[in-house]
Nanobody, 118 residues
Framework: QVQLVESGGGLVQTGGSLRLSCAASRSIFSSATMGWYRQAPGKQREAVAAITSDGSINYADSVMGRFTISRDNAKNTMYLQMNSLKPEGTAVYYC????????????WGQGIQVTVSS
């Protein structure tokens, strides 16, 4: 079974930094489009950043210039470096993988809390 496991969340002050990691199953990582989503209480889940298997990257406008997504295929791990954090960044952050040709399969991690104090 495919597993996505997030780590690196926690509490940080406004302006601080955190680095999230997502360890993915070897069977899917190298070919998957990977991404980060977040969901604040009472709000809809939103895409934060995504990176394809060949390295193309997209960011939400709200995090552009502050967050950096990357992947290490040798470690089957995706990262989200979050700098200049703001209180509105407080949310549960989810690792996501999109895999498959023809039939597309979505996989989600359990989520990890990021809290930015003001």
């Amino acid at each position: 079974q495919v597993q996505l496991v997030e780590s690196g969340g926690g509490l940080v002050q406004t302006g601080g930094s955190l680095r999230l990691s997502c360890a993915a199953s070897r069977s899917i990582f190298s070919s998957a489009t990977m991404g980060w989503y977040r969901q604040a209480p009472g709000k809809q889940r939103e895409a934060v950043a995504a990176i394809t298997s060949d390295g193309s990257i997209n960011y939400a406008d709200s995090v552009m210039g502050r967050f950096t997504i990357s992947r290490d295929n040798a470690k089957n791990t995706m990262y989200l470096q979050m700098n200049s954090l703001k209180p509105e960044g407080t949310a549960v952050y989810y690792c996501h993988a999109l895999v498959g040709v023809g039939i597309k399969l979505n996989y989600w991690g359990q989520g990890i809390q990021v809290t930015v104090s003001s």
